[in-house]
């Protein structure tokens, strides 16, 4: 991408080229605004370039905006007249209209149709190319200038100085810090006066101490039964996939799970059990496994497991559970069978914490949302000023619903700063990328 001269005056200048700011930049061009995007990086969207393992679930095919925002728990009610702009169904019409058509996965789950976040980057990149927003790289900014309480510019690193009518903040929050979200917003925002509730890894890997899990590295099972536990209570039941790694447990439902794990080891050691068989009780998951072993009677346990459990994990039963390996079937004892069917019905594992902010997909915390006007994301501490993307105090699972969120208040927010802006557009030709 071009550098583009400092120095010059911009109606709208949006901080930050993720997927929220590169909406935002975007609409506010396309209102009518003369739109400087900056970003610290060699070109914007890094995150957006991992999101979905690189295929990008864009959003959550749930077109009722009541239902889709329950999601979004308490803070779903902040969101209302933001998604009244810009929802599920403009979402999608926008990418469709701008060349990217879409699939749908379970659990309402979209992607683009080429199945690669490249296809999201582009259509973005081509909407601020369309609409001549100056996309300036290498351009981390430092601070906020502030002339009589109004904000009047920003600085960069380098020492330039740029002005505008309104400004954008869409730094992201602290997850991944390496794709450039380094919670410089957060820093900002609390200078400015605003709130910032502090940043907790909310959809995180957890690390578990059993050594023997993470010999199962990328082992998934899309329907395992998840209980948390602590000081004998049950905390929490849910059902989804989840997925082995090298230090403990992934997947879409360790990843919701994650939030109220972190919190509950605040209290105290927590305890997991996984029901890999959650459609079956012990005794119908008995007949099953006998059934199987009828078929086996003189096969060795060691070869048969596979037919109950993904080898990976057959492979390690009998060393877990103290069964001879070598036995024939015709000599398993109900005994051993029982132990068998216990362990699989309820996997205990230890959760010791998680992989931290670094691996985290959502930090949760950020700007407080009584501080922002949702028909607009203008700041109310600063008329001029609109913060869209991670960088608000907002938890929701993962499915699409981060990137939902940064479409819809990084559209609200370009198209009221675009709009808003007294300074009539400058007819000098914009650079390009
Ligand atoms: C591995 C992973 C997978 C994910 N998958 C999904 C998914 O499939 N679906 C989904 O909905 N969500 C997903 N998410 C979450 C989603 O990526 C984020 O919610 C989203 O990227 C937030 O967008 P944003 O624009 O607010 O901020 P970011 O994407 O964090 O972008 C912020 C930008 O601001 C720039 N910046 C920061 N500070 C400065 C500065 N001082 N000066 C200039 N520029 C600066 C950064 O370099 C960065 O480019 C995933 C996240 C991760 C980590």
């Known amino acids: 991408?071009?550098?583009?001269?400092?120095?010059?005056?911009?109606?709208?200048?949006?901080?930050?080229?993720?997927?929220?700011?590169?909406?935002?930049?975007?609409?506010?061009?396309?209102?009518?605004?003369?739109?400087?995007?900056?970003?610290?990086?060699?070109?914007?969207?890094?995150?957006?370039?991992?999101?979905?393992?690189?295929?990008?679930?864009?959003?959550?095919?749930?077109?009722?905006?009541?239902?889709?925002?329950?999601?979004?728990?308490?803070?779903?009610?902040?969101?209302?007249?933001?998604?009244?702009?810009?929802?599920?169904?403009?979402?999608?019409?926008?990418?469709?209209?701008?060349?990217?058509?879409?699939?749908?996965?379970?659990?309402?789950?979209?992607?683009?149709?080429?199945?690669?976040?490249?296809?999201?980057?582009?259509?973005?990149?081509?909407?601020?190319?369309?609409?001549?927003?100056?996309?300036?790289?290498?351009?981390?900014?430092?601070?906020?200038?502030?002339?009589?309480?109004?904000?009047?510019?920003?600085?960069?690193?380098?020492?330039?100085?740029?002005?505008?009518?309104?400004?954008?903040?869409?730094?992201?929050?602290?997850?991944?810090?390496?794709?450039?979200?380094?919670?410089?917003?957060?820093?900002?925002?609390?200078?400015l006066g605003h709130t910032v509730h502090g940043a907790d890894p909310a959809l995180v890997p957890i690390r578990t101490k059993e050594t023997w899990g993470h010999k199962l590295t990328g082992l998934a099972f899309n329907e395992a039964k998840v209980t948390t536990r602590q000081n004998n209570a049950t905390q929490d039941v849910r059902i989804g996939k989840i997925l082995f790694t090298h230090v403990g447990l992934s997947g879409p439902l360790i990843l919701n799970m994650s939030k109220d794990i972190v919190e509950l080891l605040k209290y105290g050691p927590v305890t997991l059990s996984v029901d890999l068989f959650p459609s079956m009780d012990n005794n119908a998951l008995d007949k099953y496994i006998q059934s199987i072993f009828l078929k086996n009677q003189n096969k060795k346990l060691r070869n048969v497991l596979s037919d109950i459990v993904p080898n990976m994990l057959a492979q390690a039963l009998p060393a877990l559970l103290m069964l001879d390996a070598e036995k024939e079937i015709n000599i398993v004892t109900r005994l051993e069978r029982q132990s068998l069917i216990k362990f699989i019905k309820a996997i205990p594992l230890t959760p010791t914490g998680t992989l931290g902010v670094e691996k985290a997909v959502v930090v949760s915390g950020g700007v407080d949302l009584a501080e922002v006007d949702f028909r607009t994301m203008q700041s109310r501490i600063y008329s001029n000023l609109y913060i869209v993307g991670d960088v608000l105090d907002i938890d929701r699972p993962s499915g699409g619903y981060s990137l939902q969120l940064c479409w819809t208040t990084g559209w609200v927010a370009g198209m009221h700063a675009g709009s808003n802006s007294p300074t009539p557009r400058l007819s000098v030709p914009h650079s390009q990328e």
């Open 1 to 191: 991408m071009k550098k583009v001269p400092a120095h010059k005056h911009y109606q709208v200048i949006v901080i930050g080229g993720g997927p929220a700011g590169m909406m935002a930049a975007g609409r506010a061009a396309e209102s009518g605004a003369q739109v400087l995007l900056l970003e610290k990086n060699s070109r914007p969207g890094e995150k957006l370039l991992i999101t979905g393992g690189g295929r990008s679930n864009i959003t959550n095919n749930e077109k009722d905006n009541r239902k889709l925002l329950e999601k979004f728990k308490g803070k779903g009610k902040f969101l209302f007249s933001a998604f009244a702009q810009f929802s599920v169904t403009e979402t999608l019409h926008f990418f469709h209209t701008h060349g990217m058509p879409t699939i749908l996965e379970g659990e309402g789950r979209v992607f683009p149709k080429t199945e690669k976040s490249e296809s999201v980057w582009e259509c973005l990149r081509n909407y601020m190319k369309k609409h001549h927003v100056d996309v300036r790289t290498h351009s981390p900014v430092k601070k906020f200038n502030i002339t009589n309480g109004t904000i009047t510019g920003i600085t960069l690193n380098d020492g330039n100085v740029i002005t505008g009518d309104s400004y954008i903040i869409a730094t992201g929050g602290m997850s991944r810090p390496e794709t450039g979200s380094t919670g410089d917003g957060f820093k900002w925002l609390t200078t």
